[in-house]
């Protein structure tokens, strides 16, 4: 009995232990606000809508969101996957299909939450945030500034980030295709 018990307290204690260290990564978009989220530390973009896109294929619903806020422009995406499709579990892959990255620098990755500067195939450069949430879920903000990515990178993971001249952006960047084939790599069913 007292050894039952006891492994119900070490198992309460590392359940309550779990709980308290591990912060879920947040990128998302309320009515005026952009919260990133990263373990304990957050940072928040105030914004307005300049322009709001809805895209239906038959496995994927996206969102495309062109924002500004007191000096920039950049846009924010919302993907969703039907029931019977996931993203592929390798971010990085996920991201140089839809973008046509010819180059990725990961800067930073915290609970699925990434920072990356890429150089696009018409060596466009970005600033890119990201997070694939349960595997059918992803969003992404890009067109960020150096100034304010690299001051969201340092408030998140305490380091700084090189500048790559990163581009703003105007109109949604990605690549979102109707023809499955065309987005291998990408979604995949889960009935394989």
Known sequence: ?????????????????????????????????????????????????IKKDTKEFSNVHIEQYSLQNETEKFIFEKAEVDGLYEFNNNSKEVISKLFNAKNMNSLFEKN????????????????????????????????????????TIEKLAKKKAEPINGNFATKPLTLWSSEINDMNGVIGSIDH
């Open 1 to 49: 009995m007292l050894k039952t018990i006891s492994i119900l307290v070490i198992l309460a204690a590392g359940i309550f232990a779990f709980s308290y260290f591990y912060k879920p990564s947040r990128l998302e978009l309320t009515s005026n606000m952009i919260i990133l989220k990263a373990g304990m530390e957050d940072y928040n973009y105030p914004y307005s809508v």
């Open 112 to 151: 699925g939450l990434e920072a990356l500067q890429l150089t696009l195939a018409d060596d466009k450069r970005i600033n890119l945030f990201a997070l694939i949430s349960d595997s059918n879920q992803l969003n992404l903000l890009y067109g960020v500034s150096d100034t304010l990515f690299s001051k």
